[in-house]
């Protein structure tokens, strides 16, 4: 059946989110034939447009305000509320971010539909849209259906692969004026904590450390091999409890859910919260001194040994590539 669906885009530092691209793709799915409508919210985001329709929207509808430069949920309800009014879509994708785990919830029970959250896969299977999302924190997948009413999804990073660029598309880029009015909270200024390297919800390669780097300073060889494969430091719950390293770079069900096409475990002894977090992983390399740690159960190859003792080799090893 065919479909109208919207896509919201995120915009961080004015460029668009990869997750944007995936939920075009996975948008494109879902409108089985339909029109994929682009949705960007910002003080100045119209040329960001362009880029939007070469991954695949057939054109972009934006709300330019300075009361939605930064994210809030109710400017940018307002905002949706009135795009959703203007263009009666089908079907609305997000991606799982902060953004749309606080968004898509809020607007589908305004509009008394359901919401199919985290998905990891879709297709149409014998006439239906199938979703595939995990359920009992990874350890199994459930398929979901729409049956009725307007379609809500959020799709996790890393998982629908984006459509490849066309630079020949072209498509319309219309502006809505929406008066955002009668905000519970403005936000002034955004201070980003300072991060080096790669985002690591977005990151391809990411080197965990737990409680077995035993340090701060035991991060530093997880950071030089990160470093070479251009990835990013996560860390296991273990490791920002005993203060080794921010609780911003936390993999697990209390902590960001990631799914990079290589993650390497170090000192992680792989306790089901943890897993939750990364075991969609595309590769998964486990380090660990104990042979019988649970990380291995869901490790591709595991390699038993100290961490401080192997991290050096394989650092030199991929330098020398
Ligand atoms: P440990 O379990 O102590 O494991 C350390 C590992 O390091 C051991 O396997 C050991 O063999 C190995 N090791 C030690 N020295 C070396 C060495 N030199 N070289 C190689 N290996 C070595 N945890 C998360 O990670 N993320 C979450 O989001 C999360 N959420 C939670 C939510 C709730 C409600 C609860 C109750 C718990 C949560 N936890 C979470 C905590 C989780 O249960 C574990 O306690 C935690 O993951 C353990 O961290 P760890 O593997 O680093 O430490």
Do not use: W
Not at 222 to 251: F, M, N
């Amino acid at each position: 059946m065919a479909r109208k669906v919207l896509v919201l885009g995120e915009v961080r530092e004015g460029s668009l989110r990869n997750v944007s691209f995936e939920a075009v793709a996975a948008a494109k799915t879902s409108a089985e034939g339909g029109e994929v409508v682009g949705v960007l919210f910002g003080d100045s985001v119209s040329a960001l447009g362009a880029e939007f329709i070469q991954y695949g929207a057939d054109r972009v509808v934006t709300v330019e305000d300075e009361l939605l430069k930064q994210y809030t949920s109710d400017g940018y309800s307002q905002a949706l509320l009135a795009v959703i009014d203007q263009e009666d879509p089908e079907g609305i994708i997000f991606g799982h971010t902060a953004q749309g785990k606080d968004l898509a919830p809020k607007i589908a029970a305004k509009l008394e539909s359901g919401l199919i959250s985290d998905v990891t896969d879709l297709e149409v299977e014998g006439g239906n849209l199938v979703f595939t999302r995990p359920i009992y924190s990874g350890k199994a997948f459930e398929k979901k259906i729409v049956t009725d009413g307007l379609l809500f999804a959020t799709i996790r990073p890393n998982n629908i692969a984006p459509l490849e660029k066309d630079e020949s598309r072209n498509g319309d880029v219309s502006s809505l004026s929406v008066e955002i009015k009668n905000l519970r909270q403005v936000i002034k200024e955004v201070v980003r904590k300072a991060t080096e390297g790669v985002d690591l919800s977005e990151a391809k390669v990411i080197v965990a450390g737990g409680r077995g780097v035993k340090s701060e300073e035991g991060f530093e060889p997880l950071k030089e091999l990160a470093d070479v494969l251009g990835g990013a430091v996560g860390a296991s719950r273990g490791a920002c409890d005993a203060d080794y390293c921010d609780y911003s770079l936390q993999i697990g069900q209390t902590g960001k859910v990631v799914t990079p096409d290589l993650y390497i475990a170090c000192g992680i002894s792989g306790a089901i919260q943890h897993l939750a977090g990364m075991s969609n992983s595309k590769i998964i390399v486990a380090i660990n001194k104990d042979p019988e740690a649970n990380i291995f159960k869901v490790a591709d190859y595991g390699i038993v040994g100290d961490l401080f003792e192997v991290l050096p080799l394989l650092t030199k090893e991929f330098k020398e590539l």
